[in-house]
Each structure stands twice: as structure tokens, then as C-alpha cells.
């Protein structure tokens, strides 16, 4: 079972709709839960991050984690044309152990 | 502020030939990450260093990949021989603690480097 696993997609929705990204992981000692969003022949950049379980809120994004089962989520409001990139989650222990991502989904925000 | 320089952005080789890729981290950071990117996969560490010591390089198949960062600045990334299945891009990061020891920080990461192997 690999540590993290998220669906690659594709994704296609309207302009405008909510967005659900999901991963799961199964390693317990993940305490630190990351989203990242990379463009097409871009590198990633770090989107959203929380600490252990919980819900974060930055503008139209808002990530959730939820420890006892597992799973992380990201959600995506009012979403647009400009969110299209692919999302990679990422987790890792507070021990000296690398980031650990997803495969990552491809999403497409279609005008 | 400059972000994560890295060269060439492309290149292609035929197996068994050797390459090297070049990497510039924001100034000041003492993190430098070198992660692996397959097609469709997520990227995967291969080495990190902390300052010029290689903090994590257990994924590093070392039997043909080589890293060094001079004077805990830049950093080269080589491979030889390349194989077929070494085709992927490979992205260098940079952050200015370790993330692995401190979760809250943030890794910069360059635009990458297209390898094909044919």
C-alpha cells in the first residue's frame, strides 16, 4: 500500500462550481498535511498547510484533515479557469523524514 | 525576490551517456532538495542537504546518481549512465529550514529540468 494515495483524475467541472480534491495516507505518524498546485511545465508551490486535524480556510480554499480516517481533503469555492493545474497532497512526521506527495490530480476549470 | 534557478530546462541523451543538471537556491536558504518527477507520479526525494551535508539520501540510487551542493550554495545533480527509466523532470527545492524538522516552512521549487532518456 503506498503512503499516500490520491486519484490522478482528470477532473473537469463548469466555471464557478465546488471543487473536491481528496488523498489518503496510511502511515499514523503523518502530523503535517500539505497542498500543492503545479502548472504545466511549472514546479510546485506550496497552497495550502495544516498541523494535525482540522479545517484551514484561505480565501476560496479551504483544506481539511481528518486524522481518524485518514483522509485529507481540499475543497475549492467559486471555482475558475485559473485553478486549472494539477494538485499534489503531501504529509509528512515530525521526525527527520522527507515530504511524502500524491500522485496528484489534474484539474480543469472549464469557462 | 529571485526564486529557484535551475538548468537546462530540457535535455535529451541517449542511455548509458551521462548528464548533469544545475541548481541555484533563493539566497539564504539552508535546505536544498532534489526530488525525481515520473509522468503522472508525484515528485520523490532523492537527496537533502542542510547547509553542504546530505542530510537524506536514502532514495538516491547510487549506483548512477550523484549529488553535491559547493560551499552550501548551488547545487549539481548527475546521472551516468542514464537509463530509459530515468526519464522524468527533475526538480530542485529550496527552504530556508528543513521541513522535515520544522513542518512549518516552505519548500521553493524550481521549474524543473525535462529529462528524456532514449
Known amino acids: 500500500q503506498k503512503e499516500v494515495e490520491q486519484d490522478p483524475g482528470p477532473l473537469s467541472v463548469p466555471e464557478g462550481a465546488i471543487v473536491s480534491l481528496n488523498c489518503t495516507y496510511s502511515n499514523s505518524a503523518f502530523q503535517y498535511f500539505m497542498w500543492y498546485r503545479q502548472y504545466s511545465r511549472k514546479g510546485p508551490e506550496l497552497l495550502m498547510y495544516?498541523?494535525?486535524?482540522g479545517n484551514k480556510e484561505d480565501g476560496r480554499f479551504t483544506a481539511q484533515v481528518d486524522k481518524s480516517s485518514k483522509y485529507i481533503s481540499l475543497f475549492i469555492r467559486d471555482s475558475q479557469p485559473s485553478d486549472s493545474a494539477t494538485y499534489l497532497c503531501?504529509?509528512?512526521?515530525?521526525?527527520?523524514?522527507?515530504?511524502?506527495f500524491g500522485k496528484g490530480t489534474r484539474l480543469s476549470v472549464i469557462a | 525576490e529571485a526564486g529557484v534557478a535551475q538548468s537546462p530546462r530540457y535535455k535529451i541523451i541517449e542511455k548509458r551517456q551521462s548528464v548533469a543538471f544545475w541548481c541555484n537556491p533563493i539566497?539564504?536558504?539552508?535546505?536544498l532538495y532534489w526530488y525525481q518527477q515520473i509522468l503522472g507520479q508525484g515528485p520523490k526525494l532523492l537527496i537533502q542537504?542542510?547547509?553542504?551535508?546530505?542530510?537524506?539520501d536514502s532514495q538516491l540510487p547510487k549506483d548512477r546518481f550523484s549529488a553535491e551542493r559547493l560551499k552550501g550554495v548551488d547545487s549539481t545533480l548527475k546521472i551516468q549512465p542514464a537509463k530509459l527509466e530515468d526519464s522524468a523532470v527533475y526538480l530542485c527545492?529550496?527552504?530556508?529550514?528543513?521541513?522535515?524538522?520544522?513542518?512549518?516552512?516552505?519548500?521553493?521549487f524550481g521549474q524543473g529540468t525535462r529529462l528524456t532518456v532514449v
Open positions: 503531501a504529509t509528512l512526521n515530525s521526525g527527520n523524514t522527507p515530504l511524502v
Open positions: 527545492a529550496s527552504s530556508p529550514l528543513s521541513i522535515s524538522l520544522f513542518g512549518n516552512t516552505e519548500a521553493f
Open positions: 542537504f542542510q547547509n553542504n551535508g546530505v542530510v537524506d
Open positions: 539566497s539564504g536558504h539552508a535546505t
Open positions: 495544516t498541523y494535525s486535524s
